[in-house]
């Protein structure tokens, strides 16, 4: 079941794209703030999450532009490998991750 769905089934289905992105940027939000606080092997969700406050806030912002999100996730898709470093292996799962929420739900919304 995807997340949009989920989210509708609990009757918090969210009115638009810009509050889908708000709301999902208050919970990346908290996330950043207590891995962060937590440190340690925490710092890796940090990183992770940290990556897509930008995303959300530009999207919650009403500034997203989806063609050029679609661009960017396909290149992050390719360019992750086993090869990263933990940290960048983080960052850029973040970032796929951010990218298709938001793609899908703009997809969803249509």
């Known amino acids: 079941m995807k ?3 989920l989210l509708f089934e609990a009757k918090i ?3 638009t794209f810009e509050t889908f992105a708000d709301t999902r940027e208050a919970g990346a939000e908290k996330i950043t703030a207590s891995t962060k606080e937590k440190g340690g092997l925490a710092l890796l969700t940090w990183h992770h999450y940290k990556v897509k406050l930008p995303y959300y806030k530009r999207a919650a912002a009403g500034k997203m532009n989806l063609d050029d999100a679609k661009k960017e996730f396909d ?3 390719k360019k992750i490998s086993t090869s990263m470093s933990q940290i960048e292996f983080q960052r850029e ?3 796929l991750e951010v990218l298709g929420e938001l793609i899908i739900r703009d ?4």
Do not use: C, E, F, S
């Open 3 to 5: 997340l949009y769905d």
């Open 13 to 15: 289905k969210p009115d």
């Open 75 to 77: 290149a992050t898709y």
């Open 93 to 95: 799962m973040g970032r």
């Open 107 to 110: 997809q969803k919304g249509k």
